[in-house]
């Protein structure tokens, strides 16, 4: 957080709490100040999509407020009423009046100063595996498939460390190009490639899913994408055709061992049971 | 040269004459005859014609039989037929299934009690009810001669795994018509415990009728008990699926919800058509008895949601993915939104409704927490987690989570959220409860401060396990919201008993006046059940669309032009037709139940009921 602008914000609530504005006034200003810290009070900014859900909850409930008695229902409108019917506030009325083409210009003029960016596609990041693929002739049930060499974890402590480190080198003759060398998607193509490559470190990818589906998204790439996911519009090879199915387990065991992160359990009760 | 002058007069002459020839051919427009050929044809028109004709009908003797497997519907498609049909259904049997439930509940109310507004209550949603039925029943047919129509080899196979249903199914909806009509005709005419009786028969048929259809509807989603080649090996099996309870119990509860939703936004209609302080007071109550039985039904309601979502993910996992985080995602953000928008105008209009009660309200000061409260808990339930982004923005998140509001779009956030919402919602209402009454007991200050630190504690409990969610994988964390809803059961039980005992007797500082209440109020209780019918399509279709090309997931495949997933745009415009006609039909449903109030044809004003609703006489009830 940008501690500067939420201390701005908040000094300004601090001000209009001692002078006791008026209901209208602090309407004005929780919607202001909301947006403010929304929009730049994080270091990473917020996308407009999720910042155009937060103020129009932030408007819908300011309105609520306003409306939900009928002394604060009088609190909102006697002030606007006044200050549209009555002679002394016939200046600023129409100093009002006259600045909205100047906002709406002004509003024209910003959106015309947008940077020219690709235009953008929906696509889902993370689309549902099929139910079963076939890699290098053997068939694989992405719903039930485990990581075969998960259990020497356990099992066979330095055998798993074989793997891993297995996996390490596959990693770094053939992935970190794209997905970097600290497993953060900033690989040395990466600023070519949209959609970018995906971020392991990024607490949403490893830790949400079973190790099969990213046996999936390893074996098939980009050219195998569902529909939702765009196909074809990631740059990510069909690794199928360059390593074999064991090499790719292993590659799956090094990412989630060099993040720190544990793969999503199977489900207690699956597929099995249903016919 | 005499000749050559001869010559040239010959040749001028003969190219005057070629002129004038051509210029009188070139316009001479006179009629001439047509020339008819006398020559017979060489094959006899008529012996052809018999010919063709002869050898279509041995074409057409010869034709094989052969089962269709769909047809076409015009227009719009078989799909969209068929969808439209089924979901006006569905909104019709809920809201048939839900007013006797609460009519029954109001009815025994007012038994209890004595109290007559209570019975006039009952009876006035009663009157929804026969027109409601006809057209549940209506379009129940027209649904199976669509089905029978459009996709008649997969209604085949639905008829071959069930049934042995359909009879049993036939039987209840006759002992359904039977308990409806006396319920509805008999009112005032029997025993009071006999028409209750009645009353609670409606329910338990109406429940059983739900259950059946259920099996089948689910038994589309997760198939069981039958062979890999689709053949029925065990019928109870096919029937008790993964999916069927959770169905069963969703839609239990949600159509409680809904059906007091469509009734409150029917007094709502009426209040803002009153035209006397007794017709809009009698109003007010009836919309916010209607909405109270909603609420109620809508507070358990995400967890029943939660519990149907957790076996769809048990059953297969693809699916659970599909619905979570793939092609449906984005219908669950505008799940959240909408029922974010519920919870906040469930508690405006609690807000409003402290309003109906004259002096000082102590609680009006709290509103602005609570509103707090709710917005941050929306905000945080309505974060989606694959957020919309451009491709600049995604660079500046270096991934495509946010590193603060990333944390936000995951499960342990959105139930920590939920569950929040729900509490809020409960102090909201026990606010208004308390509006204009100050307890009387010695031990009040005991019992309101037992009563903070009980819903302190839930609410610890529940941002606890929130926060605890990050720290453990995800079949742990899914377990967390076991707790989490416990704790908020609980504390709601607990606060509702000491709630109980520390009003009895309490002192009345103002009296409520029904009918005081803004206009805006109204429009509030016409928006919770539009919110809720939207919902009930949007969510029925993410269940629905989860099969994908499948009629029967992974049985039965679906080889139809139709087979595709629709884009979540189009699907959320034919959910809203359907929404809209829905509220048509509705709309004149209330108009005939109006009718009922209206002045006989040729009787004079003095016999006019003094305002609508009245339930004809009966036996003094607890008599």
């Known amino acids: 957080m940008k501690l500067a602008i939420v201390l701005a914000v908040v000094a300004v609530m601090v001000v209009l709490r001692l002078v006791r504005a008026g209901l209208l006034v602090w309407l004005a200003a929780w919607w202001v100040g909301t947006y403010a810290v929304l929009r730049y009070g994080f270091v990473t900014p917020i996308p407009a999509s999720a910042l155009h859900i937060f103020m129009a909850i932030t408007a819908l409930s300011l309105f609520a407020y306003a409306t939900s008695s009928r002394e604060r229902m009088r609190a909102t409108y006697e002030p606007v009423l006044a200050f549209a019917s009555e002679s002394r506030f016939t200046l600023p009325l129409a100093l009002v009046a006259a600045s909205i083409p100047g906002v709406v210009a002004w509003s024209v003029y910003q959106g015309l100063q947008q940077p020219l960016q690709p235009p953008y596609f929906g696509r889902t990041v993370h689309p549902s595996p099929p139910a079963e693929i076939t890699s290098r002739g053997e068939k694989v049930d992405l719903a039930r498939a485990a990581n075969p060499f998960r259990n020497l974890e356990k099992t066979d402590v330095q055998a798993f460390r074989r793997h891993v480190e297995n996996g390490r080198r596959v990693y770094y003759r053939n992935c970190f190009f794209c997905h970097g060398d600290d497993l953060g998607g900033a690989g040395m193509y990466a600023h070519g490639l949209d959609p970018v490559p995906a971020n392991f470190l990024d607490s949403g990818v490893l830790p949400m899913f079973q190790e099969s589906f990213f046996f999936w998204r390893i074996a098939k790439g980009g050219p195998g994408m569902p529909d939702e996911g765009a196909p074809g519009d990631s740059a990510m090879p069909e690794w199928e055709r360059m390593l074999s199915n064991e090499e790719m387990w292993d590659v799956i065991l090094f990412l989630y061992d060099d993040a720190g992160y544990r793969p999503r359990a199977l489900e207690a009760v699956g597929a099995e049971v249903a016919h | ?623």
């Open chain 2, 1 to 623: 040269m005499n000749r050559r002058a001869l010559l040239g007069i010959v040749g001028a002459f003969l190219l005057l004459t070629a002129v004038l020839r051509v210029w009188v051919a070139v316009n001479d427009r006179a009629y001439r005859a047509p020339v008819y050929s006398t020559q017979v044809q060489p094959v006899p028109r008529e012996q052809g014609i018999a010919d063709q004709q002869k050898a279509a009908e041995a074409k057409a003797k010869a034709k094989k039989y052969e089962a269709p497997t769909y047809r076409q519907f015009p227009f719009v498609g078989s799909r969209v037929a068929i969808w439209v049909v089924a979901e006006l259904h569905l909104m019709f049997a809920a809201f048939v299934l839900a007013v006797p439930m609460f009519a029954f509940i109001i009815e025994v109310i007012g038994y209890a009690t004595g109290d007559k507004r209570y019975d006039r209550l009952a009876f006035e949603f009663t009157k929804l009810l026969s027109t409601s039925f006809s057209f549940t029943a209506s379009f129940g047919g027209f649904l199976t001669f669509m089905l029978i129509a459009l996709y008649p080899a997969f209604t085949n196979y639905l008829m071959e795994v069930f049934s042995p249903t359909f009879l049993p199914y036939v039987l209840l909806f006759f002992a359904e018509a039977g308990c409806l009509y006396s319920y509805y005709y008999g009112w005032g005419k029997f025993h009071p415990l006999v028409h209750l009786a009645l009353g609670l028969a409606i329910n338990v048929v109406g429940t059983l009728i739900m259950f059946i259809a259920n099996a089948w509807a689910s038994f589309m989603m997760t198939p069981q008990g039958i062979s890999d080649s689709g053949a029925l090996v065990d019928l109870y099996a096919a029937f008790d699926n993964f999916t069927w309870m959770p169905i069963n119990i969703h839609r239990f509860i949600g159509n409680i919800a809904f059906g007091g939703s469509v009734a409150a936004a029917y007094a709502a209609w009426k209040f803002l058509h009153a035209e006397t302080d007794e017709q809009r007071a009698h109003y007010d109550w009836m919309g916010y008895v209607g909405n109270f039985v909603a609420i109620s039904a809508f507070l358990p309601l995400p967890f029943a949601g939660y519990y149907l979502a957790a076996e769809i993910y048990a059953y297969n996992q693809a699916l659970g993915i599909m619905m979570m985080g793939g092609a449906f995602s984005w219908l669950f953000i505008i799940q959240a939104v909408l029922i974010g928008n519920l919870f906040l105008a469930a508690n405006y209009y609690l807000w409003l409704g402290m309003g109906r009660v004259e002096g000082v309200q102590a609680y009006q000061k709290y509103v602005k927490y609570l509103l707090a409260a709710i917005a941050v808990c929306f905000a945080v339930w309505a974060t989606p987690h694959s957020l919309i982004a451009t491709t600049a923005e995604i660079r500046a998140m270096g991934g495509t989570l946010h590193p603060m509001l990333g944390y936000l779009g995951v499960m342990s956030a959105k139930n920590t959220a939920v569950n929040v919402l729900i509490l809020t919602t409960y102090v909201s209402f026990l606010f208004y409860r308390r509006t204009g009454k100050r307890p009387t007991v010695s031990w009040a200050k005991l019992g309101n401060l037992v009563q903070f630190l009980i819903f302190a504690a839930s609410t610890a409990i529940v941002i606890f396990y929130g926060i605890y969610g990050y720290f453990v994988e995800a079949a742990v964390r899914i377990a967390f919201s076991v707790p989490q809803v416990l704790s908020v059961l609980v504390a709601m039980v607990l606060m509702t008993v000491i709630d109980i005992f520390l009003m009895r007797g309490a002192h009345a500082t103002g009296e409520t006046h029904w009918g005081k209440i803004p206009a805006v109020s109204q429009y509030v209780l016409i928006f919770i059940a539009v919110t809720f019918t939207w919902l009930m399509g949007l969510m029925g279709y993410v269940r629905s669309g989860l099969r994908q090309h499948w009629h029967v997931y992974g049985v039965l495949v679906d080889s139809s032009p139709d087979a595709f997933t629709p884009t979540l745009g189009f699907a959320a415009n034919v959910v809203s037709v359907c929404v809209i006609l829905f509220f048509a039909l509705i709309a004149f449903v209330f108009w005939l139940a109006s009718l009922h109030d209206k002045r006989d044809w040729g009787t004079t004003q003095s016999d006019e009921p003094a305002h609508g609703g009245h339930a004809p006489k009966r036996v003094s009830a607890g008599s």
